[in-house]
């Protein structure tokens, strides 16, 4: 539906604290009414791809402001509320949804993720079920003591519909079972054959009935009548693929389990392979593909799992989908459509971002109007690397392209057809001066990017470098975001054309008696005044906010922690940096902290040293009331909440992932390298420097045994 059209929404990376919330809250609605028809009427209004586009901006917004994320958060939810109309039913075990994968790389990713996770070396033996991921809708079925006693729907993961009566009436699905555990509930997908799902349609329209959109949504609306007698008369069948609650185990693998499954007497998909490596995986993903067209049932990629049942255990879960699995997804659709312009957009380090102007058209259901084309190099047709892509072929204005959406936010161009490209294209030159400001755009060796070298007289960067700067993780000040920067930069009398010059808007604004900012549309008298109490109180800053908000290339919002961490205040921040030129102690001191690296200090350096950057700086500064170190958050009810742990020597029981995973699961603050603010400080075999330090500083040192049993782990 055109109206999602991602590229004409404001990148997650420009809202303030004020238009994330807004917009958290506008996409809740949506996914919440995207849920609910999806799942209670059988009729979705986004499509797949949509509602993943919108669920996954969800999940940016909510990564970028996490005090944000809202009780009904989408991201909360795997499904909708059940509808009335049938009973509820509260799952004994949540039904989770899977994280995807889209591409190869997101599958070896997957593998090293678990590696690091349990903390086990690339060449130790681990095995994954690969298995096809049936397109309809899951269901739980408790049996106890062999009888089947109620099924369910996922509904909202918690709470599902009780569906009993109905799913009694599926030929797949056994009304007893001989030797299975005292509790079982078994876990599938209900689905409809192609055929099937042809002939109910068929049948349908002769009598004038509803038909049904595709074979998922004819099993859904079947499943989900409430006279059962109807159902009975639906082709509906059930694949198992997992379980819920379990009185005893039901093997020690998931292979293994599915097999019990299956000779329990359900249908198991026959294409469920042992993997040992991501290239099996993959191989066996490819094979799936292959067959899709002919397995006469709706599948939309292939779900890894790992084997081992007592390492998913270890692996656990995140909020709404397990750590052990993931759905590789089948490519998303692919459209056709003209290139019309190729514009050039200068992003806050300079960086010229080429982006695809295209004809309109619809991919999986949005339509799309923009796509990324990356850099220069892949207009051209060479990879980051300088190997060549599509064939060596490069993209030109006028080429018939196609566009694709693999789960990303941001369209792509998978390829060119070169028979159509009209007679008069000529190659694309990508410019080697700055659009927005005229300066020599130049690559640096090894850079893919081609960067502005304009800086401060670079408006394209002034103001996607004060968008930065009152960005959430920076200076978050509330009503000023990107909208009205565009504006006060923009506008000759308000120029707000630097950080400092912020802090100085409400001074011209008063030198103005006839244009004031509380005339203009959009303004009054309220959100002005407003507007400059919320200026006035960012005069004091957190150290790790200020260093963040300078936009120095490199230095993110962790790494501006970790300075500001390490130097503790902005004057000896300041004093460090511009003293530490190659070579000097500073630099040297520089290099020794944890996560910054020569890159990094190279750029810090630089932008000291550089004067018309200096001098901004030193403005903004001079604006400030008080630079404060960084706050650290605030307590809950575990034992070590609000505690500032570091770990250090060699954890035997857990990785440090998983270490740190769960310290921050029960509240308390991970640091990585310890000092006098340090708590406690967790060390396994081998811990060197850091446990000598905490002794020093007279930090609680303690070993894992230890902290697992005050976390209650043990
Ligand atoms: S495993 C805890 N295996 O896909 C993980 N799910 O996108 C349980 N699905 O909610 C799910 N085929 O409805 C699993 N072979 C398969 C599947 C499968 C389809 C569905 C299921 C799940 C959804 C997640």
Redesign the pocket.
Known sequence: MAQYSENQLPSVASLNETEAQQELARLAALLLEANRQYHSEDAPSLSDAEYDTLKRRNAEIEARFPHLKRSDSPSLQ?GSAPSDGFGKVTHAVR????ANAFADEDVNEFDDFIRKYLNVGADAWLAYTA????????LSLRYENGRLVQAAT?GDGEVGENVTDNARTIADIPQTLYGAPAVLEV?G?VYMSHADFAALNAQQTAKGGKTFANPRNAAAGSLRQLDAEVTKARPLRF?A??WGAVSEPLAETQFDAIARLNALGFQT?ALTHLCQTPAELLAHYRSIEQQRSTLGYDIDGV?Y?LNDLALQARLGFRAT??RW?I?HKFPAELAWTTLEAIDIQVGRTGALSPVARLTPVTVGGVVVSNATLHNEDYIAGRDSKGNTIRGGEDIRIGDWVQVYRAGDVIPKIASVDLARRPEKAVPFRFPETCPECGSPAIREQGDSTRRCTGGLICPAQGIERLKHFVSRGAFDIEGLGARQIELFFNDLDLAVKTPADIFTLAERDAAHPLKKLKNRDGFGATSTTKLFAAIDARRTITLDRLIFALGIRHVGEVAATTLSRHFGTWEAFEEAITAALPTSAQWEELLSIDGVGAVMAESLVSTFQNDAERAAIDALVAQLREITPVAWQAATDSPVSGKIVVFTGTLEKMTRAEAKARAEALGAKVAGSVSAKTDLLVAGPGAGSKAKKASELGVEVIDEDAWLAMIGDA
Request: aromatic fraction near 8%; avoid cysteine; charge should be positive.
């Open positions: 795997v039904m989770l949804s899977l298995e096809p991921k049936i397109d309809g809708l899951s996922r876990r997908e694949f693929y997992a998909n779900v799992k989908t397990p699995a759905a």
